[in-house]
């Protein structure tokens, strides 16, 4: 394993107890070593930086204000629907009518003749 997969596992977290104590072991022996390791860690530490800045100022950019969602209805074509729905249902209370008329003169016969 070279250095900069164990910096960047051990930056990580991503260590076992024995690689841990060895690197820190190198840590203290190797100053080139311990170089590499705070090189990367900014880097790590910058790129970390710039990824919350750049959040932070893509909330600051949403706004704040609700908004306001107009509907735009064609007035000619809700007549037309509006004129089609009632047709429709006059034309059909007509073909039912004589089936309602007809229970309910059944009803009152039958009523009528309870009540004599």
Do not use: W
């Not at 970390?48 to 949403?62: G, T």
């Amino acid at each position: 394993m070279d250095n900069k997969e164990l910096i960047e596992r051990y930056l990580m977290g991503k260590l076992s107890f024995h690689e841990l104590s060895e690197i820190e072991k190198k840590i203290k022996a190797d100053p080139i070593f311990y170089e590499e390791l705070n090189f990367q860690r900014d880097i790590l530490i910058g790129i970390n930086e710039s990824r919350r800045l750049q959040l932070k100022e893509k909330l600051r950019n949403i706004k704040s204000e609700p908004k306001i969602v107009r509907l735009h209805i064609n007035k000619n074509i809700f007549l037309r629907y509006g004129i089609a729905a009632s047709i429709t249902i006059i034309v059909t209370l007509s073909v039912l009518y004589p089936k309602i008329n007809d229970a309910l003169i059944i009803k009152s016969k039958k009523g009528y003749s309870i009540l004599k």
